[in-house]
């Protein structure tokens, strides 16, 4: 299957942005193992619509190291941008496994882990994120919209 960059590029954009929306609804009903759920999964795609650029993303939830190895390909204005985008990534991966399955070692259920304050910091990634990436995919030539 041929990459097609701008098409997956905005397929990642139009997911983070929705991920992000749902982050934000979850977070206001006061589900935040939802909201830290949604926010990984936007934080993990607007990495991913960077990386699809240049290639095809892997199926890993933490594509920072990916992100990093592509650092060099960036313009140097959004490299520093690139840099964030991936620590977030990498800080967020762990949370889809504890946001599905909890933590079993311990009895504890992924309703039972999260509180408000681990859901705002979660969602202030994502939001950020989002901006990170448009602001890369700018400076490479794209203007990515999505919902």
Do not use: C
């Not at 889809?96 to 990634?125: C, F, N, Q, V």
């Not at 901006?131 to 990515?144: D, N």
């Amino acid at each position: 299957m041929k990459l097609n960059p701008a098409k997956e590029v905005m397929h990642r954009i139009k997911l983070a942005a929705l991920y992000l929306k749902e982050a934000r609804e979850a977070y206001k009903g006061g589900n935040y193992r939802l909201s830290v759920a949604s926010s990984q999964l936007s934080v993990e795609n607007s990495a991913k619509a960077v990386i699809s650029y240049f290639r095809v993303p892997s199926w890993s939830h933490d594509p920072s190291h990916e992100l990093l190895e592509l650092l060099e390909n960036l313009p140097p204005d959004v490299r520093d941008v690139g840099e964030k985008l991936a620590r977030f990534s990498a800080k967020l991966a762990p949370e889809h496994a504890r946001s599905t399955y909890g933590e079993p070692e311990t009895g504890k259920t992924p309703w039972d882990i999260y509180s408000e304050e681990d859901a705002r910091e979660a969602l202030k990634m994502a939001e950020q994120s989002l901006e990170y990436a448009r602001r890369i995919l700018k400076s490479l030539g794209m203007e990515p919209r999505s919902t």
